[in-house]
């Protein structure tokens, strides 16, 4: 069974730093590409970043580059966020998701961890 | 960016009604396109991807239709475990984005 399992979220202030992590299980990790999206308070869903399967390869939002970094540890499973100079625009619940194998989409996706970044 | 808007935002229906919800993108995505329904406190799951294949598992009552800029999603006799928000997503180039949603209640 796929399992993503999202952690590292909490209260920040603004400018300050977090690492957010994905740990991955149920499937060969290092032949996924992964995402993470997010999505503030009521609001709908904003994709933030992609990683390809070796981590050679990453993807931003406008929003984000320069600022977060994503990353993953293929010998542990897991999937990053470093995210730096945070906003109090970058609240939200971030979740992990998993593309697939062939096709494009998000195929499974973990249940989210919030951030909330506060004066 | 390619937009995405989804209309209606908001649909109110009943149980056993046909249920159709638009997404139309700024620009062709091909067959990129792919639905998500989300329930409140939920992840995301996936419904539909290449713009009209049921994922497995997903109840046959869910369809996918459309190409290039405008695409469908139809609910043929809404259940009550129906009642969610379902988000388009495009794929075909980056940023991707979603549609802004649309919020199906009773």
């Known amino acids: 069974e796929v399992q993503l399992v999202e952690s590292g979220g909490g209260f920040v202030q603004p400018g300050k730093s977090l690492r957010l992590s994905c740990a991955a299980s149920?499937?060969?990790?290092?032949?996924?590409?992964m995402n993470w999206v997010r999505q503030a308070p009521g609001k709908g869903l904003e994709w933030v970043s992609k990683i390809d399967g070796s981590g050679g390869s990453t993807y931003y939002a406008d929003s984000v580059r320069g600022r977060f970094t994503i990353s993953r540890d293929n010998s542990n499973d897991t999937l990053f966020l470093h995210m730096t100079s945070l906003r109090v625009e970058d609240s939200a619940t971030y979740f992990c998701a998993r593309d697939g194998r062939w096709q494009r989409m998000f195929e499974f996706w973990g249940q989210g961890t919030a951030v909330a970044v506060s004066p | 960016d390619i937009q995405l808007t989804q209309s209606p935002s908001f649909l109110s229906a009943s149980v056993g009604d046909r249920v159709t919800i638009t997404c139309r993108a700024s620009?062709?995505?091909?067959?990129?396109l792919a639905w998500y329904q989300q329930k409140p406190g939920k992840a995301p799951s996936l419904l539909v991807y290449a713009a009209s294949t049921l994922q497995s598992g997903v109840p046959s009552r869910f369809s996918g239709s459309g190409s290039g800029t405008e695409f469908t999603l139809t609910i043929s006799s809404l259940q009550p475990e129906d009642f969610a928000t379902y988000y388009c997503?495009?794929?075909?180039?980056?940023?991707?984005?979603f549609g802004q949603g649309t919020k199906v209640d009773i």
């Open positions: 620009e062709a995505v091909s067959s990129y």
């Open positions: 149920g499937f060969t990790f290092g032949i996924y590409a």
């Open positions: 997503h495009q794929l075909i180039s980056y940023p991707y984005t």
